[in-house]
Every structure is written in structure tokens, then in C-alpha cells.
């Protein structure tokens, strides 16, 4: 038990700088959900845990992209029947149930369980909330990364492709999102497919013209994401554009400097080669070569005999 001790304030030291109330360290325990190094059993379940996650990363995108396309036709397809809708709430409870099993044994295999779940807060709230099970198809988003990784290799390109789907992405879903909530509501304005898209773009640049506006209690806390979501998106198109500047200018001011230094040591060397050539043909009056010059200096031309003067 004695030898425990150390190890133990060695752990706590690496979540919580020193000096910390115990609140502070107690907060970072939760939230550090990185394996302790020197804890064997913790480095195995990250191990484990990233084995899972990767199996079952492509399956669990497909699964999410299932049911968003079941999750379109529920609420887009007006046609459908009774007996329609309940199957399709059963094939989207099927797949939520899928949801909340992977979550579970996520949290399961994670070397620190409670650490697990606060840092995937959408998850736990999907799984938890019936209301909110349209926010697991965020995992389509891991998709995404597919198509940054196989585009264009400026960082520009990537940064703007990821931002170009997020954006249509976000869009079609918080659309969705809201008709379900405000489509049959009293005094509801958002009626149609079209007035959801209209009012998603207007709610995610911070806008606001106030001709759609939600009054269901789901319908305005889909607009409270979507506005924090707006602005954030906002934020990083805008450093997209200004890193994509930056880049750009440095980088055509730095091949104007290799052309100029290029041009420079070209210069050297002519200059270099027309001096040699002068004092090999014995031209008095050159200058000393430069320290700089590419060709080494050449020794001085011996002056002509000249005849002593007569005695």
C-alpha cells in the first residue's frame, strides 16, 4: 500500500498543474482521458479501444448515413402512410439502438470511462435524448475526412473543402431538423422543405430577418446550435481566407528571393570571369576580388624588365 502512494500523486500530478485547488484537480481527472503511461491496464484499453474504433469506423459512418437517408424520408416524403412512417421509426430505433450499444462498449474499453463521455457530449445526448437522435449522423462528418485527404494538397483547398461540406451539411440537417419540429405546429411558419433551408442559412450567417422563426421547443434549440455552429463556421472560413493570403504571398516572396539570388550568384560569377580574364592579359588597374565572388583570385601579372638607369 505504501508503494502505491507515489504513483498515485505522480498521476494526479499530470492532470492538474501544481498549486491546484482540489476542485481543479478533481475536474481534470474527469476530464483527462488519456491512458496514464505508467498504468499497463489504461495503455492495453486505449489499445483495445482504438482497435474497435478502427474495425468499426466505416460501419458506423454507413449506419449514420442509413439513417439520415431514413430520417429524409420521414420527414420529407408527405406521402407516406401510417404504416410507412412506422416503419421507418423502427428501422431508425433499430439503428439507434446499434448507437447507443457502440457507445456503450466505447466507454466500456476507454481507460477512463467517466473521461470518455464528457469528451463526446453529442453522442451521450443522442443516445440519451429521443429528441436529439438526429445528431448522430455527425458521423458522417468522419467522412469527410476522406474526401480533404484526396483533394488538393494547398492547404487552402483542404481547408475549403472541409468548410464547403460542413456548411451543406450542417445545412441539410438542422433544415431537416426543424420542418420535423415545426412542420403541423400551431402559428408555425417554417412549413415547407424550402422555408427550413431559407431559414438554416439565414440562422447560420447570424442574419436574422425574422420572416421564418421558430415556436416549438425542439425548433428553438435546433436554432441555438445552429447559430453557435454559424458562428464558429463563420470564424473559419474568414482565417481560411486570411491564412490562404498569407500563403500565398509568402510563398510568391520567397521564390522572388531564389530568383534574385540566383540573378546574384550569376552576376559573381561573370564578374568573377571578366576580372581573370583581365589580369591574365596583364591589365594593370584591376580591382582586389571580393570576399564574395565565386572564382579564386589570380596572381598579379609580373611588371615588364625595365633597364637600369645609366651610371
Avoid: C
Avoid at 500530478?13 to 503511461?37: E, F, Q, Y
Avoid at 462498449?105 to 476507454?110: D, G
Avoid at 540566383?262 to 594593370?284: C, N, W, Y
Amino acid at each position: 500500500m505504501a508503494s502505491a502512494q507515489p504513483k498515485e500523486s505522480a498521476a494526479a500530478s499530470t492532470t492538474a498543474p501544481l498549486g491546484a485547488s482540489r476542485m481543479d484537480r478533481a475536474w481534470a481527472h474527469i476530464t483527462d482521458n488519456k491512458p496514464d503511461p505508467g498504468n499497463p491496464r489504461q495503455v492495453r484499453a486505449q489499445g483495445r479501444l482504438d482497435a474497435y474504433e478502427h474495425r468499426t469506423a466505416l460501419a458506423m459512418v454507413l449506419l449514420a448515413v442509413g439513417y439520415l437517408v431514413l430520417y429524409s424520408f420521414y420527414v420529407l416524403d408527405e406521402g407516406l402512410t401510417s404504416q410507412g412512417l412506422d416503419r421507418l421509426d423502427t428501422a431508425m430505433n433499430v439503428i439507434w439502438v446499434v448507437f447507443i450499444a457502440d457507445l456503450t462498449l466505447r466507454t466500456v474499453l476507454a481507460p477512463k470511462h467517466i473521461a470518455y463521455l464528457v469528451h463526446h457530449p453529442l453522442d451521450v445526448i443522442a443516445v440519451a435524448v429521443p429528441a436529439f437522435r438526429v445528431l448522430r449522423v455527425l458521423r458522417v462528418l468522419t467522412a469527410g475526412q476522406w474526401l480533404i485527404s484526396r483533394g488538393s494538397r494547398l492547404r487552402f483547398g483542404r481547408t475549403a473543402t472541409a468548410v464547403v461540406f460542413a456548411v451543406a451539411f450542417l445545412t441539410y440537417l438542422s433544415s431537416l431538423a426543424v420542418l420535423n419540429a415545426e412542420r403541423g405546429a400551431k402559428g408555425a411558419d417554417i412549413k415547407s422543405f424550402g422555408d427550413a433551408v431559407w431559414w438554416s442559412l439565414v440562422t447560420m450567417a447570424t442574419v436574422g430577418y425574422g420572416d421564418y422563426v421558430p415556436v416549438t421547443a425542439n425548433g428553438r434549440i435546433v436554432a441555438v446550435g445552429l447559430m453557435v455552429v454559424g458562428i464558429s463556421l463563420l470564424g473559419l472560413v474568414g482565417a481560411s481566407v486570411a491564412s490562404a493570403v498569407v500563403t500565398r504571398i509568402g510563398g510568391r516572396a520567397q521564390e522572388g528571393q531564389s530568383e534574385v539570388k540566383k540573378d546574384l550568384e550569376a552576376l559573381r560569377t561573370e564578374i568573377a570571369a571578366l576580372r581573370q580574364a583581365l589580369l591574365d592579359a596583364g591589365v594593370s588597374g584591376t580591382t582586389q576580388p571580393s570576399p564574395t565572388d565565386s572564382a579564386p583570385p589570380a596572381s598579379p601579372a609580373k611588371p615588364a624588365h625595365q633597364p637600369s638607369p645609366p651610371e
